[in-house]
């Protein structure tokens, strides 16, 4: 059974705190995918990355940084979080060759 | 970035209806998908398309390809109250997502 994984489901965090989103797959694949989840919003892509130390800018790369040191995890960093990246984060993955994405669970996180 | 017009964001029916939305686009693409989410967890693939007029279903579900590659439906039938959730319609390599439909059914 294929499986991706978030490091937690809820977290609470301060202004200006640096935060660490981890994810993983056990799945071999290629590419991963970091999207934030906002009503009324849709999922909007912040960093993608197609193989290890490769990565590319999303949509709404700004105040995130993303880090792909092995295949399997791929990690979203907020260097100092503001309250405006309150929101779920989503990871997925995907094989290179092909089109569906496979979700986490998701991390809820609030930034006070 | 590009985005998708998702429609309509919300519905309320009742159980054993029928439920219909749709996707556009103002560009041209390969591929529709159609995930759905539910409460607490990560989206999960329902359909995939791949062609103009593709027509597809899976269960009560059916979902097409437009003709002109730049929308897509999907239809749900007899609605059961699992169905709640919300449903996200996507295409191309990178991925864009629509706003998402919210599914809610009276039973």
């Known amino acids: 059974d294929v499986k991706v994984t978030q490091s937690s489901r809820y977290l609470v965090k301060r202004t200006g705190e640096k935060v660490f989103l981890e994810c993983v797959q056990d799945?071999?694949?290629?590419?991963m995918f970091w999207y934030r989840q906002d009503p009324g919003l849709g999922l909007r892509l912040i960093y993608f990355?197609?193989?290890?130390?490769?990565?590319e800018k999303g949509d709404i790369p700004e105040g995130y940084s993303v880090s792909r040191e092995k295949k399997e995890r791929f990690s979203l960093i907020l260097e100092s979080a503001s309250t405006n990246q309150t929101s779920m984060y989503l990871c997925?993955?995907?094989?290179?060759?092909?089109?569906?994405?496979?979700f986490g669970p998701g991390t809820r996180l609030t930034v006070l | 970035g590009q985005q998708l017009n998702q429609s309509p964001q919300s519905m309320f029916i009742q159980e054993g209806e029928d439920v219909s939305m749709n996707c556009t686009s103002s560009?041209?693409?390969?591929?529709w998908l159609w995930y759905k989410q539910d409460p607490g967890e990560g989206p999960v693939l329902l359909i995939a398309?791949?062609?103009?007029?593709e027509l597809t279903s899976n269960g009560r579900l059916t979902a097409q390809f437009g003709i002109t590659r730049k929308d897509s439906f999907l239809n749900i039938s007899a609605s059961i109250p699992s169905d709640v959730g919300i449903y996200f319609c996507a295409r191309g390599q990178k991925l864009v997502f629509g706003q998402g439909t919210r599914l809610t059914i009276n039973p």
């Open positions: 560009s041209i693409f390969n591929t």
């Open positions: 398309l791949y062609k103009a007029g």
């Open positions: 990355s197609y193989d290890v130390k490769m990565k």
């Open positions: 997925a993955s995907r094989k290179r060759t092909g089109s569906e994405q496979f």
């Open positions: 799945m071999d694949h290629e590419n």
